[in-house]
Every structure is written in C-alpha cells, then in structure tokens.
C-alpha cells in the first residue's frame, strides 16, 4: 500500500472518530435536560394552585352564608318571640332579616359560580396531571434510551481510537507527522486526485504534480497543500 493510501485511510478514521465524538457531546447535552417536563410540571402547579384557590373562596362562601343563616335565625326569633313589641323595633328587625337573607341569597349564589369553577379546574388539574405524567414516562424512556446510546458511542470510539492507533504505526513517521501538520490548518489534509483535479480545492493539477503523486509517496498539493492521494 502507498503511503498516501495509508495516510488516506487514517483520514477515514479521523472522520468516522470526529462525527462520532460530534454525536456524543450532542446526546450528553440531551442528557438530563428536563426543559419540557419542568414546562408541564409548573404549568400543573399553577392549575393546582388556581384550583386550591377557588375551594377556599368556596369555603368562605360558604361560610359567610352559614354564618348569616345563623344570624338571621336569632333575629327571627327575637322578632317572633313576643319579647319585642315596639312595632317600630319590630319593623327595623323584619327589614334587618330581610337585608340578611337577600345577602345570603346572593351568596350563596356566588358559592354555585364558584362550585362550577372548581369542577372545571378539577378537569384541568386532571388533564395535566395526566400530560405530566405522559411526558415524564416519555423523559424516562429517553433517557434510558440516551445513556445506552452514549455507551454505545463511547466503545464505539475507543475502538476507533485504538484503530487509529495501530493504523499511525503502521505508517512512516514523517508522513504521519506532514499529515498532522496539516490536519491543523486543514480538514480533511488528504485530497483524493480525480480526473487530474484535486478534490480539496479542485484545482487542476500541473502534470509534473500528477506525475509525482502518482509514485504515492506524499505530495501536496501546490495550490491547497493537502496531501494527494491518486486512488
Ligand atoms: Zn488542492
């Protein structure tokens, strides 16, 4: 084998090693981003939190209106009691009673209003706790799935590492060391030579250049510098 071939194919491994390391730093991103469950998890809490909110405002509805219940029967009591016989008094506690009940009429109005909120929060509150629990199923599954992936990805580059490694041996040490050189300022530093045009740049090359690549020692490129590789 040439030894632009050899260079050529540590260049395949070079690529395969980085689009594989490019796919790992991408899923350990992934990984452990909770961005969409934390999403749904607090618009849950606020469901829950406006549901929390209008059983209180039931309740103390419901409470101000038993509250005057009582009132109102202790004052209809006084007034059919026969204590009280000033009919002035007698008048002003009938338009007392009459104030309090039409207050708790409409109380207790307000206390239905409200029931019927709270059963639509309740479906709220029930929808999204089922969406959570839909996506946090999902986020695990992911996950799991994720970390198998980077396992995967992980023995899948040390193996190549460890390829590369022999492949570099097995290549003169100055070649390998001008295809470092390059591999700094250039990427990919081997250019495949295809009807006398360098496929770096795709530049035609000087028949003199051709003619030196061809031997397959390691030529650059004059115009690129990339080493030539003639397949
Ligand atoms: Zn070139």
Known sequence: MTVA???Y??????LEIESEEQALSQKVSQLGD???LDSA???LASEQQRLDGL?????DAEWAVDDLLSKIAVAEGQLYGGKITNPKELSSLQHEVNTMKAKSDQL???ALEIIDQVEAAEKSVAAATNEFQRLEDEWHRQQKQLSDEIEKLKSRLADLKQKRQQSSGEIESQAVVLYEKIRQQKKPPVAKVEQGICRGCRISLPASEL???KSGNPVQCGSCG???FLP
Do not use: T
């Open 5 to 7: 071939k050899q260079l």
């Open 211 to 213: 003619q030196r690549a």
């Open 108 to 110: 207790e109005n307000k």
């Open 9 to 14: 194919q540590l260049q395949e491994i070079d």
């Open 34 to 36: 909770r961005q969409a």
């Open 226 to 228: 990339r080493i030539l």
């Open 41 to 43: 998890q607090s618009q």
């Open 55 to 59: 059983r209180h405002q039931h309740h």
